[in-house]
């Protein structure tokens, strides 16, 4: 079971900046995938970032340019550095961590409580 707590929300104005926190309950380097996804109110939980094990970084089309995600493996957390916010934005933020086992493998995936970011226009 892998336990993830989000922080760092908050409110913003347009332009401004953010950094959201996702801290693990165990070793980031056994979690194959962590990301970030956002749900805005009547819409569908949407991809923001991902990192891989290796370090690969995969960002929607929305935030490339402006949002970068990056962990740190003697934290066990992985962040997102949200710049030059829209209010188009604001949405629950959450962590998300996929771990794969066995071959072929199966999928483990696990989700934080979310972290509310809003930003005024």
């Known amino acids: 079971q892998v336990q993830l707590v989000e922080s760092g929300g908050g409110l913003v104005q347009a332009g401004g900046s953010l950094t959201l926190s996702c801290a693990a309950s165990?070793?980031?380097?056994?979690?194959?995938?962590m990301g970030w996804y956002r749900q805005a109110p009547g819409n569908q939980r949407e991809l923001v970032a991902t990192i891989t094990s290796d370090g690969r970084l995969n960002y929607a089309d929305f935030v490339k340019g402006r949002f970068t995600i990056s962990r740190d493996n003697a934290k066990n957390t992985v962040y997102l550095q949200m710049n030059t916010l829209k209010p188009e934005d604001t949405a629950v933020y959450y962590c998300n961590a996929v771990i794969l086992m066995g071959v072929p493998p199966l999928t483990r995936s696990y989700w934080g409580q979310g972290t509310k970011v809003t930003v005024s226009s």
């Open positions: 165990v070793s980031i380097f056994s979690i194959n995938y």
